[in-house]
């Protein structure tokens, strides 16, 4: 992949032959070079470039890499308008790339209730209680991160786990409620809010989605996938002008983009978002009020009029690197916790159930052929194992009919956490990035058996290490806001795969510290088209670093999670410093 920004002069690439010896290596720290603008000096330098693995020093100028060596091979670009960050040993890598998650999700989270802390259904109806005595009369209450399972005890009552809304109504009975589960694959109601938005026991189930029901037929709260869509948001409150409806997008997008550079993220693979977003991140970066680099897929379940908005919104490093568009993002089934994953068999907690199929076969196929006509990705939400074999069958028969951009179109399963023995292998063979979030694996275990039964689980459940023997690439990521968008913890996951409790979760798919290092920079830059540009540190790269307190590459395992990002670097300007 070719890119403008990468066209650097013969004397600097001469100048910056770092690794040579004799005449050329004292040339390269003689010669005069323009200063660069910043400098990092005395530090572990992991570059997962493997010309040169590793240095003390690095050197950046226009946002791009100009040097990569030891400190006195880096001396010579230091000027006196060049900013020099000294390392102290610490431990830098190539910016992290999270590798999906949904960035509007992580700022709307910002605006409402944070419930991922909640420790049980009790804390959360406490919670909206303050909350109601701070709103206006018929104000829409919003909180997102509540997880059933994640619970010190099961609510009473309950239908499936899962609370009902009298204990909202207690204490909210003239607010509308809504609170987001923490997959994002679901929503709990009030009474009140199921009102305004004509939810009764008469209610059909909309394709794809399902209102939980008690004995009685009567509505409980709980609405699983598709069915969340039928909530109005928002009825019964005043319509905001344009005006406001543009200044709270626009904070979304900003307190995101804190949100992730606090954390070490350089570029975000953003899973899903409408042309309406992508209009407001590219103004924003116009107004340069954002810093992150943004991947972003076109949501096709956002998109109505999908075919005649691909070839206008298909961009490749906007704003020197900052957007691309070149993915569509669509959903095959829903959420292991909320029991909305597609399975093959039945849930072994809900024998009368295999998930939901949340989008038709048919317009999935109709989608990837849009995706070959118009030169995107295609990117499928599959969890459970038979949504993943019918992404696959989708992929393959797709595959089999492209003659238009041959065989490298590095089509994405986001997710692939539950799979059959039988499909491991075609990942590889098919070409298909398993995008995976390894925090999932030690979040989620608690109930992973409940749902699947132990033979299930092991053979197919977060499997990265058979998936990469298959010679499949296996990506990381966060699914913010499911999880915390911060690396470290994630990192964690990927290398012990222990719980919370100190379990450890069919330890052997867990990965080395290397693989979990490549999977979170070269390996999610590769999955985007973008490995020519970012993912590892070298001369003519983007200059995009991560710097932590200390090193995750080489500290015992209980050390990994203490460690904090110290610095993020993104285009070789500092976005983010440790306070």
């Keep these: 992949m070719t890119h403008p920004r990468l066209l650097l002069s013969a004397a600097v690439g001469l100048a910056v032959t770092l690794g040579a010896t004799g005449v050329a290596a004292r040339f390269a720290r003689q010669a005069p070079v323009p200063p660069a603008d910043l400098v990092l000096r005395n530090g572990r330098i992991v570059t997962l470039d493997a010309a040169r693995p590793e240095a003390q020093a690095l050197a950046a100028r226009a946002g791009h890499i100009v040097a990569v060596g030891s400190n006195a091979q880096v001396e010579h670009y230091i000027g006196a308008s060049t900013q020099v960050i000294d390392l102290g040993g610490e431990l830098a890598t190539p910016g992290f790339i999270e590798g999906h998650g949904h960035f509007t999700g992580i700022g709307q989270m910002k605006l ?7 420790k049980t259904w009790d804390d959360i109806v406490a919670l909206v209680a303050e909350a109601v005595k701070k709103a206006k009369p018929g104000q829409w209450i919003e909180g997102r991160g509540w997880h059933q399972e994640k619970w010190a005890h099961p609510p009473q009552p309950n239908v499936e786990g899962f609370p009902t809304h009298a204990s909202l109504d207690a204490v909210s009975p003239n607010n509308p409620v809504v609170l987001t589960h923490a997959s994002g694959h679901g929503a709990f109601v009030n ?17 794809g989605g399902e209102i939980l029901k008690d004995r009685s037929g009567d509505p409980v709260g709980f609405l699983r996938e598709r069915a969340a869509g039928l909530v109005k948001r928002g009825a019964g409150e005043p319509v905001p002008t344009p005006a406001e409806a543009d200044a709270r997008a626009r904070r979304i997008l900003v307190l995101a983009d804190h949100e992730v550079t606090s954390k ?25 009020d954002l810093s992150v680099r943004l991947w972003v897929m076109i949501g096709a379940r956002d998109t109505p009029n999908l075919a005649s908005v691909l070839d206008p919104y298909r961009m490749l490093g906007y704003d020197d690197g900052h957007l ?5 993002k669509a959903y095959m089934d829903g959420a292991l916790g909320s029991r909305g994953a597609w399975l093959l068999e039945p849930y072994s907690d809900k024998p009368d159930s295999t998930g939901l199929e949340v989008m038709p ?6 989608i990837a052929q849009l995706a070959i006509d118009h030169g995107y990705q295609f990117c499928i939400h599959a969890i459970g194992d038979r949504a993943n074999r019918e992404v696959l069958n989708v992929y393959e028969g ?7 951009n041959g065989k490298d179109v590095r089509w994405r399963i986001e997710h692939a956490q539950h799979l059959s023995a039988a499909d491991i292998p075609r990942f590889g063979q098919l070409g298909v990035i398993a995008s995976m979030q390894a925090i999932h694996c030690t979040s989620d275990a608690p109930y992973v058996v409940a749902r699947l039964g132990a033979a299930r689980a092991e053979e197919g459940a977060y499997v990265w290490q058979k998936l990469m023997k298959s010679g499949a690439i296996v990506t990381n990521g966060t699914d913010a806001p499911v999880e915390d968008v911060d690396p470290i ?19 052997g798919q867990k990965m080395s510290r290397m693989e979990a290092l490549r999977a979170y920079t070269t390996l999610n830059a590769y999955a985007a088209f973008e490995e020519d540009v970012k993912g590892s540190l070298a001369v003519g790269k983007l200059a995009d670093v991560t710097i932590f307190t200390k090193d995750i590459t080489t500290v015992p395992d ?19 410093k440790r306070p």
Aim: hydrophobic share 40%.
């Design 112 to 118: 409402g209730l944070e419930l991922q802390n909640a």
């Design 191 to 207: 009474a009140k809010a199921m009102a305004l938005s004509g939810i009764t026991r008469d209610s059909p189930n909309p394709e």
């Design 264 to 288: 070490g993220i350089t570029t975000f693979e953003d899973a899903g978002s409408s042309p309406a977003v992508i209009d407001q991140m590219k103004r924003l970066l116009d107004a340069h």
């Design 324 to 328: 691309t568009v070149r993915a569509i």
């Design 361 to 366: 076969l048919d317009e999935i196929r109709r």
């Design 398 to 404: 797709a595959f089999k009919k492209n003659t238009k």
């Design 489 to 507: 913890p994630n990192y964690y996951a990927a290398v012990t795969r222990r719980t919370a409790d100190g379990t450890v979760f069919y330890g």
């Design 558 to 576: 209980d050390q990994i999670k203490t460690a904090k990002v110290a610095y993020t670097i993104i285009g070789g300007r500092v976005v983010y």
